[in-house]
């Protein structure tokens, strides 16, 4: 009766669940082989094999028997029913990565959404492999109609280097068709599974029975060689030496093999029947488990041989030592547990403190309802919720919703409050406006309106933040922050919540001030609360203002910390981390390492386009269009530039996303000396300080005189904001070296205690000229390592095209050689096939980029830097 693995319980408490579901289920020791069959299994890649038969049959045990044969290659998972497609997208990925140590490093926190995406992603890259795997797939859903669509859709991703294998209890027709497109199809039915009749004579012999014996063998002929049945007889027979009429209990029961499990358990000894009815209040559990459900009964050893038994239970393949139950027996003890219900409830009451102790009220949450602790339930239901709506489990939160209410006009309300939760953490972003106007009105006079209006506007701010509306997250973000004198105010969690995202606004903004005292106000608020929670915000805020503030070694230490223990907790959407991603590629970038910078800029847009989390999708994708620019492919900056420009207006209430965008086409423009359009932009940029910065250089560059002034006016109290100015006054005096050369040193010394690296290389061939003579003169590791960059980027800009010779079009390409000859504009414009209007305006706008007055001196700068 022992088998591999067994159906998830309804709702999931163990640790290590995840993990144990991804690996080849342990056999247990007195499993029977069955290599005999493994010629059923054995096919080439690509190819589907469909293993079905109804429960009992050794679905799992055999494909885990000939699985373990090839484990070197074997992708295993097990899917419930409460999987849904994002769980089954994260559970792909971790299972691959247990064979494939360090596969889609891209994935992180990218299990949330699109899961055909992500399936679509793990094929190429396991294609890429060139290597052959054997994917398993062991179905433990019912909902067949449901799977139907699931199936079809991730089989269609999936490579030709696969052997796909599916388990199922029933059959899946209607997608053999799309099983059969990709390779041989081969079923492997209940037939085949049944126990031979040497088979049950080896299986017989091992529990010292004699099967030449007539009643015995009557006996276990009539369980037809259904696997289970005939285990549980032979044990059943050895134990009460006495034969069982299987066919007489088929007979007489509508589920047999329920009856025989039944039969078995009973004929326990009273101990040990009640050791393990009690563990199956869970369907896996660990030592630590164990000893909290069963107290003075607990030992370590019986559990272990109880395992090693295989009947009831069997050890997970996880590195952490859990115990899972088998479907069946658990089914049967749980009938018997349900009957005592005060135990039953004693259990959970136990595993309620358990999970309280180690601070996860999410865990806990299910035993106080379990244990009929309606109180506690109320208790921990906060706190709890905070992490279901952190984790991205809106669904469960909708699904406890109605544990937060009665059904009174203020129980209805309270119950709405976790619905928005639970809808804010599902980006469900057009629901989430809809509830705010339906609960602010129906809050109107009752003693809840000032606590619902913090909250509603609470959720508002972090929509509006989502979509860069920045103007409007002020408002709704003074609104819930605001006092009320109601019975019932925002927690203190909730505000540091809101805290963090307004610092996110000040980080994105370049607002330093505004960001440090926004941590500062946090730390204040979080010395009153002891979620652990509140301990990541103030990383994630530490973080942030570390980076304002310049300060790039301890900012890319702070940032790599919190989103490590944002990924371990499984924080996403509104809650994730990409606040965390967006400075360590940031540092990455000011350290000169620009390949691990694009790489975690990439996840950041993915992630920040699939978490809907707009402002920051955008905000990275700039970075695409900047470092284009930076290396002469100005067409492609500005098609980048374009792009985001139509995917923003697909978004709806996508004004503000466009300031974001203004800023990275603002870049590109002070790059390619493009002074009108440049002009424009500044005119409506907001006035960040990396706006201001251009808007200096373009004062000088349009020979405005109080430029020099407003440079002797900037900021000095981080030491980004130093190194800024200790640069532009050597900018200032760079025609009188040694003054120049004090001002550098300056930063330099400032630079080196931060890890400053790319501000210095973003700077003129003078003034890295001036680094590299420092250097000369004191070389420290940071100056040589400074200088030897400095000199590699002079060198790339010197073999780079210039400026406007990267910004010309194509066509304006054209125009320009036609120029070099003697031919009349007419004659061009005819041989070019456009009009002597259109002729014109290429001319206006080359001779703009190239920054010439006419014909001759356009071709005189054209030949003076090689593009003629």
């Not at 440049?678 to 109080?706: T, W």
């Amino acid at each position: 009766m022992a088998t591999a693995k067994g159906e998830a319980a309804e709702f999931e408490v163990a640790p290590g669940v995840t993990l144990s579901r991804t690996l080849i289920p342990t056999l247990p020791p007195n499993y029977l082989s069955r290599k005999h069959l493994f010629p059923l299994l054995d096919n080439s890649s690509p190819s589907t094999t469909v293993v079905i038969a109804p429960a009992g049959y050794g679905k799992t045990s055999v494909v885990a028997e000939w699985a373990l044969a090839h484990r070197d290659r074997v992708i295993w998972l097990t899917i419930t029913e409460s999987d849904s497609l994002e769980d089954m997208a994260a559970l792909f990925i971790q299972a691959t990565r247990n064979i494939l140590p360090g596969f889609a490093p891209w994935f992180e926190g990218e299990a949330s959404v699109r899961p055909v995406e992500v399936v679509r992603r793990w094929g190429n890259e396991l294609l890429a492999t060139g290597k052959d795997y054997i994917f398993i797939i062991d179905n433990l859903r019912e909902h067949t109609n449901r799977d139907v669509d699931i199936a079809s859709r991730l089989v269609e991703q999936f490579p030709k280097n696969i052997q796909f294998v599916t388990i199922r209890r029933d059959s899946l027709e209607t997608v053999y068709a799309t099983f059969a497109s990709r390779g041989a199809l081969s079923v492997v039915t209940a037939n085949d599974l049944q126990f031979s009749d040497n088979e049950i004579a080896t299986l017989a012999a091992m529990h010292k029975l004699d099967y030449e014996d007539s009643e015995i063998r009557q006996s276990l002929e009539g369980a037809h060689g259904w696997p289970a049945a005939v285990s549980m007889l032979v044990y059943q027979i050895s134990k009460n030496k006495k034969p069982v009429d299987f066919e007489k209990l088929v007979s007489s029961q509508s589920e047999p093999l329920r009856a025989l499990a039944s039969s078995v358990i009973n004929s326990l000894d009273d101990q040990t029947r009640s050791l393990i009815t009690s563990l199956a209040v869970v369907q896996e559990f660990t030592h630590e488990m164990a000893e909290v459900i069963l107290g003075d009964d607990y030992s370590y050893d019986g559990i272990n041989q109880i395992a090693l038994d295989g009947n009831y239970f069997t050890q997970t393949g996880s590195p952490e030592q859990s115990f899972e139950f088998s479907t069946l027996v658990r089914e049967v003890l749980l009938t018997e547990l349900r009957k005592d219900k005060y135990k039953k409830m004693r259990i959970h009451s136990a595993l309620l403190a358990f999970h309280e102790n180690r601070n996860e009220p999410n865990l806990a949450l299910e035993h106080a309802y379990l244990a009929g602790d309606f109180e506690k339930v109320a208790e921990i239901f906060p706190d709890a919720a905070r992490i279901l709506q952190s984790t991205g489990r809106g669904r469960e939160l909708i699904r406890w919703s109605i544990f937060a209410g009665d059904n009174s006009e203020l129980g209805l309300l309270k119950r709405a409050t976790v619905e928005l939760a639970g809808r804010l953490a599902n980006q469900e972003y057009d629901s989430v406006f809809s509830m705010i106007d339906q609960m602010n009105f129906d809050a109107q006079g009752t003693v809840l309106e000032g606590f619902i209006k913090q909250l509603t506007y609470g959720s508002r701010a972090y929509v509006e933040m989502a979509l860069g509306r920045f103007d409007e997250f002020d408002q709704s973000y003074a609104i819930a922050m605001a006092n009320n004198e109601g019975p019932i105010t925002f927690g203190i969690e909730e505000q540091i919540g809101l805290l963090r995202l307004a610092a996110m606004k000040s980080f994105i903004l370049d607002e330093t001030e505004s960001v440090e005292a926004l941590y500062e106000e946090a730390k204040a608020l979080a010395n009153k609360s002891k979620l652990p929670n509140n301990h990541l915000l103030l990383s994630s805020m530490n973080a942030m203002a570390l980076f304002q503030r310049g300060d790039y070694r301890r900012a890319y230490e702070a940032a790599s910390v919190t989103y490590s223990q944002f990924t371990k907790r499984g924080y996403v959407g509104i809650f994730g981390p990409l606040d965390s991603m967006f400075i360590i590629a940031r540092c990455h970038l000011e350290f000169a390492r620009p390949r691990e910078a694009f790489e975690v800029f990439g996840q950041i847009r993915n992630l920040g386009e699939q978490w809907q989390q707009w402002a920051w999708h955008f905000f990275a994708d700039g970075y695409f269009a900047r470092d284009l620019v930076m290396r002469g492919m100005v067409t492609e900056a500005l098609d980048n530039i374009k792009r985001a420009r139509e995917r923003a207006s697909e978004i709806e209430f996508s004004e503000g996303l466009v300031s974001i965008i203004d800023l990275s086409e603002l870049f590109i423009r002070f790059t390619v000396k493009d002074n009108e359009r440049l002009g424009a932009l500044l005119e409506r940029a907001p006035k960040l300080r990396f706006v201001q910065q251009i808007k200096l250089a373009y004062d000088e560059r349009m020979g405005k005189k109080s430029v020099r002034e407003e440079v002797k006016n900037l900021p000095a109290r981080t030491p980004r904001e130093k190194i800024w100015k200790h640069l532009a006054d050597a900018h200032e005096v760079i025609d009188q070296e040694n003054l120049a050369m004090k001002e550098m040193k300056k930063a330099l010394e400032i630079g080196a205690t931060v890890g400053a690296k790319e501000t210095f290389l973003r700077q003129s061939s003078e003034m890295g000229n001036l680094i590299l003579k420092i250097a000369g003169e004191n070389p420290t590791v940071y100056l040589e390592d400074l200088a030897s960059s400095v000199a590699e980027r002079i060198k790339s800009d010197a073999n780079r095209p210039s400026e406007f010779a990267s910004s010309l079009t194509k066509r304006e390409l054209e125009v320009l050689r036609h120029l070099s000859t003697d031919r009349p504009i007419s004659a061009i414009a005819a041989s070019l096939h456009i009009s002597l209007n259109t002729m014109k305006t290429h001319l206006k706008n080359l001779y703009r980029k190239m920054e010439v007055d006419g014909r001759v001196s356009a071709v005189e700068k054209a030949k003076a830097h090689f593009i003629l």
